[in-house]
């Protein structure tokens, strides 16, 4: 039998080769034929998306919340009374220590720089992982997680994507993956998330910790330091020890079709981030970044190297710089890859899926040779996987750290605003900034926080 083409493969299946999910059936061997009755879940992190993340969790009809954990007591209330029977608990630790045997999954929903170690203690643990985004926090922790996937193939991984849920995003990687636009050229990626500025001239003064929130577990792996008035439940984004601002946090949203449209991207070459001010204490706004791939010997590329653009704070590229007419885009969350034979731009909801070539455009919806998109439940598609179920699973940690990784590299290098930082994936380090290296690249963590080794 002939090999697939990449074309034949997505029209004759609706799945992008991207999507990165291994096959149902090797999920299904590796846990035994099947997987168990019911998934057990603990949820870390209980408000927020959180809460977005149970409710979804509680409708599958094979699911069941049955522990919860949070740091603090005013955002446990209201998740407790609606799981009467869950077990609750403020540190995740102890947890995993005493009561693994009573849950199978784990569902991770807390400010960026704990999602590490919660998801590498799970899955030391075998249990399934579903991790709200982005992945994780360091760059570092991309490679810890990586080898983790790699010890624990039959663990069933999901990342808060679930905006691949809507069709126009599955079938923009469709069309690019059929090479119906040609060689791709570079990809222009905007959102109009402004997080990262600073809201306040200067850092707030310490202020007495809230009643009911253990702040020495809330900073966890983070160096220790006092409790400053709005850091939670929200502002932490801002912060550079807590968040990733709004390059890290829309990421996964932004940059995920370009990396299920092309396996060839692997890891950058490269990085240069723009920006009016370097960060400090918090993130920067207005950064411009650009993240350069190596392509060469790609026929899926016009070029020898690939350059991703991708901005926050609504810093949009005129239509008419990709020859588009029109005053305005139909949103400020946009990813455009322009290719030889057209431009292809989608919306971060999928509802506008517009196809420019020779200054026509073309509805996404009638490109030829598009398959069929049926809906899927992002988060009971996870939960099918753990059972060991068929089921569409778009973003799983492989796919995550590929997608996390230029967004993490972008982030940190607005520390060094306009500095070209050449990035070296095998060995974690610039290979032209020792500085950058040894400040932005990895964490020291705080006794007792630190990630387990898995793998």
Not at 102 to 111: C, G, H, M, R
Not at 127 to 153: D, F, N, S, T
Not at 285 to 300: K, N, P, R
Not at 325 to 331: A, K, L, M
Request: hydrophobic share 40%; proline share 6%.
């Amino acid at each position: 039998m002939p090999d697939l083409t990449r074309r034949d493969f997505v029209k004759t299946t609706g799945l992008a080769l991207g999507a990165g999910a291994l096959p149902v059936s090797a999920v299904a061997a590796q846990q035994g034929g099947g997987g168990p009755r019911e998934l057990r879940v603990v949820q870390i992190g209980v408000q927020g998306m959180g809460g977005v993340d149970r409710k979804q969790i509680e409708e599958h009809p094979r699911a069941r919340i049955v522990g919860l954990v949070d740091v603090d007591d005013r955002r446990m209330e209201g998740a407790k009374r609606e799981h009467l029977d869950a077990f609750t608990a403020k540190d995740y630790r102890q947890v995993f220590a005493d009561r693994a045997d009573e849950f199978d999954a784990v569902v991770v929903s807390t400010p960026d720089h704990q999602h590490a170690p919660m998801l590498l203690a799970a899955l030391a643990h075998d249990k399934h992982c579903y991790g709200q985004k982005p992945l994780v926090q360091q760059v570092e922790e991309l490679a810890m997680v990586e080898r983790a996937i790699a010890a624990k193939p039959g663990l069933a991984t999901q990342t808060g994507n679930q905006r691949m849920m809507e069709r126009g995003r599955r079938a923009a990687v469709s069309i690019l993956r059929q090479g119906q636009l040609g060689p791709a050229r570079s990809a222009h990626v905007w959102t109009g998330s402004v997080q990262g500025r600073a809201y306040r001239p200067r850092v707030a003064d310490p202020s007495p910790v809230p009643a009911g929130l253990d702040w020495d577990l809330w900073l966890g792996p983070a160096e220790e330091a006092p409790y400053r008035d709005r850091i939670t439940p929200a502002e932490w984004r801002n912060w550079w020890d807590y968040g990733t601002a709004g390059l890290g946090d829309w990421g996964v949203h932004m940059l995920d079709i370009i990396f299920f449209s092309y396996d060839e991207l692997t890891s950058p070459v490269s990085v240069m981030t723009h920006t009016p001010r370097a960060a400090n204490f918090y993130h920067t706004a207005h950064c411009q970044a650009t993240i350069t791939y190596d392509v060469s010997g790609s026929d899926m590329f016009a070029d020898d190297t690939f350059p991703i653009h991708y901005a926050d704070s609504r810093l949009a590229d005129p239509r008419a710089m990709h020859d588009m007419p029109g005053d305005r885009w139909p949103s400020d969350h946009m990813t455009l890859v322009c290719c030889e034979g057209g431009t292809l731009a989608v919306d971060v909801e999928g509802r506008n899926l517009e196809v420019w070539r020779n200054g026509e455009k073309t509805e996404g919806w009638r490109m030829p040779d598009l398959p069929e998109f049926a809906f899927f439940n992002h988060w009971h598609a996870w939960i099918d996987r753990c059972l060991g179920r068929e089921a569409e699973v778009w973003t799983p940690f492989e796919q995550a750290v590929r997608i996390t990784e230029p967004a993490l590299l972008a982030v940190k290098a607005s520390r060094f605003p306009g500095e070209e930082l050449r990035w070296d994936r095998a060995n974690l380090a610039f290979t032209n900034h020792q500085e950058a290296t040894d400040t932005v690249i990895r964490r020291a963590y705080r006794d007792g926080f630190a990630p387990p080794t898995v793998g």
